[in-house]
């Protein structure tokens, strides 16, 4: 059997065994979200938020890398098994980390064309610890103690310590922070400095902050104007069995409702107020 074939038939197999093996047999309507496993969080999230309101459908992820899905999603469309699944096919929705590979997979119609719809995204954002009473208000603030140590992700390693750099130099402050950067592995070890005392203040996304809530607080998030967040969106898969099921969701996603979810975790809108 081609490669592209063993691709199709052991993804579709795993969907279904992880819906439960037959999904005709299920009571409840799947609904299938191909998506980065950075996702989690925010589309469990949605998915029950969306199941509250819909008693007959299940959300369920196909969790895999962004190249992965591509793969899969041309495995599943260019052979034989594909299109025994066209307009009935087992992804109803694909939701990557970041919009590059939507916009790929729109140029190879593996997508259905103006489905696209942004849901959230990731600001940057200043934490401190809880405990900690004179905390800066904004990240100019920073340049005017010169006692602050700030924690920042690597930035040669890791997009958060890129975007990080980036910010900092736009609001003008980076080269008076240079002595007093702590330069943490990533985002759990910029938290991880910052609660063991190694650092004042940190800079991660604002979903990770989320995840220490208890113990940090975000005191400042970054203006649009000066830094770019990177933006999340989902697209209708070109097979896609229920269309109208992929409309209602896609449009529950911007929703007042959606948004509150998301702004919980950490995240921004898309959506101009």
Same mark, same amino acid.
């Given at each position: ?61 196909? +969790? ?5 899905? #591509?793969?899969? =999603? !041309?495995?599943?469309?260019? %052979? *034989?098994? $594909? &299109? ?57 603030? +920073? ?5 602050? #140590?700030?924690? =920042? !992700?690597?930035?040669?390693? %890791? *997009?958060? $310590? &890129? ?111």
């Amino acid at each position: 059997m081609p490669t592209a074939m063993m691709r199709a038939v052991s993804v579709i197999g795993a969907i279904l065994f992880n819906l439960g093996g037959d999904v005709s047999a299920s009571a409840k309507e799947p609904l299938v979200i191909a998506a980065s496993p950075s996702l989690v969080a925010p589309l469990e999230a949605l998915g029950r938020a969306f199941e509250a309101t819909h008693p007959d459908v299940t959300v369920r992820l196909y +969790l895999n890398s962004g190249l992965d899905i #591509r793969q899969t =999603i !041309a495995a599943m469309q260019n %052979t *034989s098994i $594909g &299109q025994y699944f066209i307009g009935k096919g087992p992804i109803h929705i694909i939701a990557p980390g970041g919009d590059e590979l939507i916009t790929r997979l729109e140029q190879r119609y593996y997508v259905l064309p103006n489905s696209r719809k942004a849901y959230a995204t990731e600001p940057l954002v200043l934490v401190v610890p809880e405990s900690l009473a004179d905390a800066p208000e904004s990240f100019e603030a +920073l340049a005017h103690n010169a006692q602050l #140590r700030v924690a =920042i !992700a690597d930035p040669t390693l %890791t *997009s958060l $310590g &890129q975007k990080s750099g980036e910010l900092l130099k736009r609001v003008g402050i980076a080269d008076s922070l240079k002595a007093r950067l702590d330069v943490a592995a990533d985002a759990r070890g910029v938290l991880n400095h910052l609660l063991n005392g190694n650092a004042d203040v940190g800079i991660v996304f604002g979903p990770d902050a989320v995840e220490e809530g208890e113990r940090v607080r975000v005191v400042a998030v970054s203006d649009e104007g000066l830094y770019k967040p990177t933006l999340h969106s989902m697209a209708m898969e070109r097979y896609c069995p229920n269309r109208n099921l992929c409309q209602e969701f896609l449009a529950f996603i911007q929703s007042s409702q959606a948004q509150s979810v998301l702004k919980r975790l950490g995240y921004g809108s898309p959506l101009k107020p």
